[in-house]
Protein backbone atom coordinates (compact mmCIF):
# COMPACT_ATOMS: atom_id res chain seq x y z
CA UNK A 1 0.00 0.00 0.00
CA UNK A 2 1.16 3.21 -0.58
CA UNK A 3 -0.06 6.44 1.82
CA UNK A 4 0.39 10.00 1.48
CA UNK A 5 -1.39 12.96 2.43
CA UNK A 6 -0.97 16.02 0.08
CA UNK A 7 -1.09 19.19 1.79
CA UNK A 8 -3.29 21.82 -0.10
CA UNK A 9 -4.29 24.69 2.13
CA UNK A 10 -2.31 26.52 4.99
CA UNK A 11 -4.27 29.34 7.38
CA UNK A 12 -2.42 30.89 10.19
CA UNK A 13 -4.39 28.25 12.33
CA UNK A 14 -3.92 25.19 10.63
CA UNK A 15 -3.28 22.80 7.42
CA UNK A 16 -6.29 20.73 5.50
CA UNK A 17 -5.36 18.33 3.22
CA UNK A 18 -5.80 14.55 1.32
CA UNK A 19 -4.99 11.17 3.14
CA UNK A 20 -4.98 9.05 -0.30
CA UNK A 21 -4.63 5.25 0.23
CA UNK A 22 -3.30 3.23 -3.38
CA UNK A 23 -3.05 -0.28 -3.88
CA UNK A 24 0.29 -2.19 -5.02
CA UNK A 25 -0.79 -1.13 -8.75
CA UNK A 26 -0.55 2.59 -7.43
CA UNK A 27 -5.15 2.71 -8.18
CA UNK A 28 -6.53 4.81 -5.46
CA UNK A 29 -8.73 2.70 -2.96
CA UNK A 30 -9.50 5.21 0.09
CA UNK A 31 -9.05 9.07 -0.32
CA UNK A 32 -10.36 11.48 2.99
CA UNK A 33 -9.44 14.62 4.29
CA UNK A 34 -6.65 15.53 7.05
CA UNK A 35 -6.62 18.51 9.66
CA UNK A 36 -3.19 19.43 11.29
CA UNK A 37 -2.14 22.52 13.00
CA UNK A 38 -0.27 25.58 11.17
CA UNK A 39 3.09 24.95 9.51
CA UNK A 40 5.13 27.17 12.39
CA UNK A 41 8.57 25.17 11.71
CA UNK A 42 7.80 21.68 13.63
CA UNK A 43 7.76 23.20 17.01
CA UNK A 44 6.45 20.76 19.02
CA UNK A 45 2.72 21.16 20.03
CA UNK A 46 2.15 24.40 17.37
CA UNK A 47 3.04 22.96 14.19
CA UNK A 48 2.45 20.59 11.84
CA UNK A 49 5.53 18.17 11.13
CA UNK A 50 7.54 18.51 8.44
CA UNK A 51 6.59 17.10 5.11
CA UNK A 52 8.54 13.79 4.37
CA UNK A 53 8.75 10.10 4.80
CA UNK A 54 8.11 8.65 7.82
CA UNK A 55 7.12 4.66 9.43
CA UNK A 56 3.29 4.63 11.19
CA UNK A 57 2.50 1.54 13.23
CA UNK A 58 -1.37 1.12 14.83
CA UNK A 59 -1.49 1.55 18.41
CA UNK A 60 -3.72 2.20 21.09
CA UNK A 61 -4.47 4.18 23.93
CA UNK A 62 -6.79 4.98 26.40
CA UNK A 63 -7.20 8.37 25.20
CA UNK A 64 -7.29 8.00 21.37
CA UNK A 65 -9.12 4.09 21.42
CA UNK A 66 -7.24 2.68 17.76
CA UNK A 67 -4.97 5.26 16.07
CA UNK A 68 -2.12 5.28 14.01
CA UNK A 69 1.54 6.49 15.75
CA UNK A 70 3.98 8.56 13.04
CA UNK A 71 7.25 7.56 13.80
CA UNK A 72 10.66 8.94 14.38
CA UNK A 73 9.14 12.68 13.68
CA UNK A 74 12.35 15.34 14.36
CA UNK A 75 12.74 16.43 17.42
CA UNK A 76 9.12 15.54 18.18
CA UNK A 77 7.25 12.39 20.22
CA UNK A 78 3.91 10.95 19.51
CA UNK A 79 2.74 12.28 16.65
CA UNK A 80 -0.35 10.45 16.49
CA UNK A 81 -3.44 9.92 13.78
CA UNK A 82 -6.46 10.30 15.66
CA UNK A 83 -10.22 11.17 16.06
CA UNK A 84 -11.26 14.80 16.35
CA UNK A 85 -12.85 17.49 14.52
CA UNK A 86 -10.86 20.82 15.14
CA UNK A 87 -7.58 21.94 15.02
CA UNK A 88 -8.11 23.08 18.94
CA UNK A 89 -8.37 18.95 19.15
CA UNK A 90 -4.42 18.52 18.25
CA UNK A 91 -0.89 19.30 19.49
CA UNK A 92 0.85 18.40 16.15
CA UNK A 93 -1.43 15.45 15.02
CA UNK A 94 -3.53 14.84 11.96
CA UNK A 95 -6.79 14.25 12.05
CA UNK A 96 -8.92 12.57 9.50
CA UNK A 97 -13.06 13.01 7.97
CA UNK A 98 -14.48 12.81 5.48
CA UNK A 99 -15.33 16.09 4.49
CA UNK A 100 -14.73 19.55 5.77
CA UNK A 101 -16.92 22.25 6.19
CA UNK A 102 -17.34 24.76 9.68
CA UNK A 103 -19.10 22.71 12.16
CA UNK A 104 -18.06 25.46 15.18
CA UNK A 105 -18.58 28.81 13.40
CA UNK A 106 -15.61 29.53 14.11
CA UNK A 107 -14.24 30.65 10.20
CA UNK A 108 -11.54 27.68 9.80
CA UNK A 109 -12.66 24.26 8.26
CA UNK A 110 -13.44 21.38 10.51
CA UNK A 111 -13.09 17.13 9.54
CA UNK A 112 -16.71 15.53 9.82
CA UNK A 113 -17.19 12.04 9.87
CA UNK A 114 -13.60 11.42 11.98
CA UNK A 115 -15.00 8.18 13.72
CA UNK A 116 -15.90 6.63 10.83
CA UNK A 117 -13.28 7.75 8.42
CA UNK A 118 -10.74 6.29 11.27
CA UNK A 119 -12.73 2.92 11.30
CA UNK A 120 -12.32 2.61 7.43
CA UNK A 121 -8.61 3.65 7.77
CA UNK A 122 -8.00 0.71 10.66
CA UNK A 123 -9.95 -1.92 8.47
CA UNK A 124 -8.00 -1.24 4.93
CA UNK A 125 -4.39 -0.20 6.30
CA UNK A 126 -1.75 -3.16 7.79
CA UNK A 127 -0.32 -2.65 11.31
CA UNK A 128 3.24 -0.77 9.54
CA UNK A 129 3.49 1.15 6.70
CA UNK A 130 4.97 4.21 5.08
CA UNK A 131 3.62 7.65 5.54
CA UNK A 132 4.65 10.06 2.35
CA UNK A 133 3.38 13.66 3.38
CA UNK A 134 4.12 16.37 0.87
CA UNK A 135 3.58 19.97 0.73
Known amino acids: MQVEI ?6 DKQTTGTLTVKDATGKEVYSCHTLELADRNNEPRVSCIPAGEYTVKKRTSAKYGQHFHILDVPNRSYILIHLGNYHTDILGCV ?3 SGLTDIN ?3 YKDVTNSKATMKKLLALLPDEFCLQIVK
Open 6 to 11: KRKVYS
Open 95 to 97: LVG
Open 105 to 107: GDQ
